[in-house]
C-alpha cells in the first residue's frame, strides 16, 4: 500500500510573514505576567488555581477534591473532554504540577497558610486563587529563563 501523497500550500498569511528566530541562548530572560499563564494552572470545574492536582487518563489536570466530587456524582466522565474515566483509582497526582504552581504563584501559598506561626504547612494549605482579590504581586511581571 502506498500513503496518500499531500500537497501542502502556505496560506496567503504565511506566503507574506517574516520568519521569526528561535531563541536558543540560555542566557536570554524573556519577561512575562503570571497572569497571562494562568489560565494553563486552572481548574476547569472550580476556575480555581489547581490545588492538589490530579490527572486523568485523558492528561486532564483537575483539584482533587473538584473531579472526586464529580465522579461521585455517578457522572463516570471527564468533565472536559467527556471521555469514560474507569473509576477514581484511575485518577494519578501530579506532584511536578503542584510544585510548579508553588514556584510560579507563591503568593497564593502565603494568602491561604494559617496565621499561627506553629501551624504546619503541608500541601494540602495551599488554596486557591480568591475571586475578586487584586494583589499587586499576581500584577507584576516575572523573568523566566528559557
Not at 9 to 16: A, C, G, I, P, V
Not at 99 to 123: D, V
Request: charged share 25%; net charge positive; hydrophobic share 25%.
Amino acid at each position: 500500500m502506498s500513503s496518500p501523497q499531500r500537497n501542502w500550500e502556505l496560506t496567503l498569511y504565511e506566503q507574506q510573514r517574516t520568519p521569526q528566530e528561535v531563541i536558543t541562548d540560555p542566557e536570554v530572560e524573556i519577561a512575562t505576567s503570571p497572569s497571562g499563564m494562568l489560565s494553563d494552572f486552572k481548574c476547569p470545574v472550580c476556575l480555581g488555581l489547581l490545588k492538589n492536582t490530579m490527572t486523568t487518563e485523558c492528561l486532564h489536570r483537575f483539584c482533587q477534591d473538584c473531579i472526586v466530587k464529580a465522579l461521585r456524582t455517578g457522572n463516570k466522565e471527564c468533565p472536559t473532554c467527556r471521555t469514560k474515566l474507569k473509576s477514581k483509582r484511575s485518577l494519578r497526582p501530579d506532584y511536578t504540577f503542584d510544585m510548579l504552581i508553588a514556584k510560579l504563584f507563591p503568593e497564593t501559598l502565603t494568602q491561604e497558610r494559617p496565621a499561627s506561626p506553629g501551624a504546619s504547612t503541608s500541601r494540602d494549605d495551599r488554596g486557591g486563587e480568591a475571586s475578586g482579590s487584586s494583589s499587586g504581586a499576581s500584577a507584576s511581571s516575572r523573568r523566566f529563563t528559557i
